[in-house]
DNA sequence: TTCCGGATTGACAACGTTGTATAGTCCTCA
DNA sequence: TGAGGACTATACAACGTTGTCAATCCGGAA
């Protein structure tokens, strides 16, 4: 049984107040006393007990971070990033895996998790606009490219322009067929639809036709949906000189799959992807991809939440965009 | 402010702890008041409060998972792994990242965690033996190949055989000049020790020379890492014609090296890792290396943590030692 | 009828902490 | 010298649960 507050008193000839006023660095409490609580506090060891503590001040110092899943590198890049940054504001991140579920997203929103969480650093996946505002009250700040206007503050990079630039860069190397890994038919696949806007939006901008046989459809955004995305684009009659791929991942895999049939990379095909996760930067060729700046993403998220939770009346500000910056990184498989 | 108990009481017209016997499912509720109560709770939408629970039981439902850090795949494949397995027993897990720094590995096993924990995997990198005995109270389960007998429950591969396995396989390829990358020289890095003792066995065993100088060092095991070693091994007069690297982001980094100055891979070098990586299954070429049972691993350790935190006669065992399997996955890398 | 025993239910006291109200204490200033 | 104020320290009551134990109810047995 560890020591509490009482034996704490006890120890020190004080009333268990004020025991509690040093141990949270209350100001009035006279030099004498302070330093025999604290002399008291460290021969018994003492150690507040969060339990009793969030009881009373319903605060656990604990956020909760959800990701689709913790596998692909960039979220667990992310997630080790925002755990830096809560550990500057001493708080803990509780990480959860969503695996893209709608229940267990709703659930999430729904307040429904067993422990008590102050926020919500959130990266939806198969949850769509409405549904997230029917969340509970815990704060709640929304990363990734969901939704725009949605019920709670959110950051992410203009997706669509990212794309686009990604396509752009690929038309500018004089290629001609630009396919597209990564599309997806349901309705709440908004990071593909809007990658695929942005992809779009850049053929006909360079004056090249817009041909729907060119885009690959994916179930997931993993190396093997890339690579049999690839394989079947090499199926068609006229091979593409070029594929944006809409993650990393994506294109990883797809450039397995071309190497393994023979066709050079960037010379034949050059492929780019999304995310600029480490596997990029030494993979063969080495990967071209746009770089979000994930860093300052987990920073600002963190930040917003601090202030949602704080009790200043920034708290009541209606829902926040932030728009991150992203830039191109240019590496073998597209320059060569 | 959510309904409490108190509430549902009101409404159901019963007491506070009725109520709580019918959210436990205790066995002696008439089904009539039973019923009541339900209606009542879920009118209400009364959630329990995990504070107050944990105040009064001393559990939380918590365990908590310390990796060396969480971008390394095979740590994010173990934490996904132990997540599931611990969802089937309701538990939720939070995820620590030590970075492999011995301060915040021992505040975490001394329990200076400000969030009440029920046990503790641990995946330890700095900390050896004894260091890991003085931990507080939380039931803890080790893994990894750190520590043999140590203080608690502990669940590896044996490593050093699978060195062995993965450098044998090198030799009986007929290489004869077998490296080795991912040697550490402080004292605390057992894994690389190990790894190093069983490459050091087959390389002579197969009857070749033990050359100190095919021993590459690195700081950590990142690909970075990998090829900065595998540069630093093509330096020499003599290029090996085998590498065994320690694991696969080092045989990753090390390939990408090779590659970029025209050599061939296997052909004129072959490698061969270690952790078995979804990354190495779609490289090019893709991964030779050695695959540890992570599913069973992950199970093992909650099932083990399980039973300590029972209150069966089972949690006073001494501490036990579960060697789980691995296998050699033999890649183009080393396939040809 | 009266009493017994099991099945149900409720009152009360913790768990360890912090906010509020209050009682001292000591100093300063009129 | 006394009043007022600043500063310290304490007592007490929550926060929402659950374990303990006593109270109540019911049907059937004596």
């Known amino acids: 049984m560890p020591p509490g507050l009482k034996d704490v008193a006890a120890r020190a000839g004080v009333s268990i107040k004020t025991v509690s006023n040093v141990v949270n660095g209350y100001t009035h409490v006279s030099a004498g006393t302070r330093a025999r609580v604290q002399a008291a506090i460290d021969a018994l060891g003492y150690i507040p007990n969060a339990a009793a503590r969030q009881l009373r001040t319903r605060r656990s110092g604990v956020i909760a ?22 550990e500057r504001r001493s708080w803990t991140v509780l990480i959860d895996q969503t695996d893209g579920q709608a229940e267990r997203e709703r659930n999430l929103v729904a307040g429904l998790r067993r422990h008590a969480i102050d926020g919500l650093i959130f990266s939806p996946l198969a949850l769509a606009g ?23 503050d959110h950051v992410a990079i203009d997706n669509t322009e990212a794309a ?62 890339g690579a049999a995305a690839m394989a079947a ?39 780019i992807g999304f995310d600029d996760i480490e596997d ?15 860093a300052r993403i987990a920073r600002l998220a963190v930040d917003l939440l601090a202030e949602r939770l704080g009790d200043g009346p920034a708290a009541l500000n209606p829902p926040r965009e932030v728009r991150v910056a992203h830039r191109l990184v240019v590496r073998e498989s597209t320059a060569g």
Chains 1, 2 share one sequence.
């Open 130 to 152: 409405e549904e997230l505002a029917r969340g509970g009250d815990t704060p709640m700040v929304l990363l990734g490219e969901r939704v725009w206007h949605g019920p709670a």
């Open 280 to 294: 990029g930067r030494f993979s063969t060729p080495t990967l071209s991809t746009v770089a979000p700046d994930t």
């Open 233 to 271: 684009l090499l199926q068609r009659p006229r091979r593409p000189d070029a594929v944006f791929c809409f993650n990393d991942l994506l294109a990883l895999g797809a450039i397995r799959t071309l190497l393994e049939q023979g066709v050079r990379v960037p010379e034949d095909v050059a492929v």
């Open 164 to 225: 686009a630039d990604a396509t752009r860069h690929l038309c500018g190397l004089g290629r001609r067929s630009v396919a597209a890994i990564g599309a997806q038919d349901f309705a709440s696949a908004v990071t593909a639809h809007q990658r695929l806007a942005g992809y779009r939006a850049a053929i006909e901008e360079a004056g090249l036709t817009w041909d729907p046989r060119l885009v690959a459809r994916v179930e997931r955004f993993h190396r093997a949906d």
């Open 65 to 86: 971070l959800a990701v689709p899943e913790l596998q692909s590198p960039y979220f667990a890049e992310m997630a080790g990033l925002i755990v830096q940054a809560a």
